[in-house]
């Protein structure tokens, strides 16, 4: 397995297992990303996967619907998207993604976690040494198609590791390259359950338990901030 992977598979996010939550941060994204490029999913290629990926999740249709019009509502708040960067207790780094209509809230109630819980935010830029940046695709297996046929195709579009995951292919790919991985997959009849950004640490940070205990509790304050989106850290 690779790291990549193998760090994901072990830091899956509890806010993705509140349908609640879920949806919240669908709704953002899909907002975002209806605003960036437009409402038409089929000159968004970004939308056209959230969208897909709210069906995937049992999103209710007429909140795709009215996260998609926020994105063209003058009388409704923007979001921006706001990234803050720290550090935990033992050194932990901590980047936390944000999607905020009140950056001066947001930043606040961050800087608050941090502080209660013996950390300390960051300057902006601060820890991207620590991390690489990838875009996340989990598509079907498809017919006739071997996952190191499709690794070696992909290799040419920037995917640079390909998991099977409970009977799905995770890809993983340079950041900027996004846009090239899905009009591939798109293009050759792939399903696209999801596509994510996530943080991977190039190095992880070995904790005692009750060290390990002290960090989690300021990663669930994170969570539990419904401005926040994703939460990624260096611990192993």
């Not at 830091?11 to 609640?20: D, P």
């Not at 340079?174 to 190095?203: C, M, V």
Request: charged share 35%; aromatic share 10%; with cysteine.
């Amino acid at each position: 397995m690779g790291r990549a992977f193998e760090y994901r598979k072990a830091t899956k996010l509890k806010r993705w297992g509140n349908m609640a939550r879920v949806f919240t941060k669908l709704g953002k994204q899909i907002t975002i990303a209806a605003r960036d490029g437009g409402p038409d999913p089929e000159n968004n290629p970004r939308l056209r996967v959230l969208i897909q990926q709210a069906k995937k999740e049992n999103m209710p249709k007429e909140n795709v619907e009215r996260a998609i019009k926020k994105a063209t509502d003058k009388n409704v708040s923007d979001y921006k998207e706001m990234v803050y960067e720290g550090y935990g207790p033992y050194g932990v780094a901590i980047v936390v993604e944000t999607a905020t209509d009140n950056p001066t809230r947001t930043v606040a109630n961050i800087r608050s976690y941090f502080n209660k819980h013996g950390g300390s935010l960051g300057t902006s830029g601060s820890l991207e040494f620590l991390f690489d940046h990838k875009c996340v695709f989990k598509i079907s297996p498809k017919e006739g198609v071997s996952l190191e046929d499709l690794e070696l195709e992909l290799i040419d579009y920037g995917v640079d590791e390909v998991e099977e995951d409970e009977g799905d292919i995770i890809l993983y790919g340079e950041f900027k390259s996004y846009s090239d991985i899905q009009s591939y997959l798109e293009e050759n009849g792939f399903e696209i359950h999801s596509a994510e950004f996530e943080r991977i640490p190039r190095d992880t940070k070995t904790l005692t338990e009750e060290q390990r205990a002290q960090i989690e509790k300021l990663l669930e304050k994170f969570e539990e901030d419904d401005d926040v989106q994703n939460v990624f850290h260096n611990m192993e």
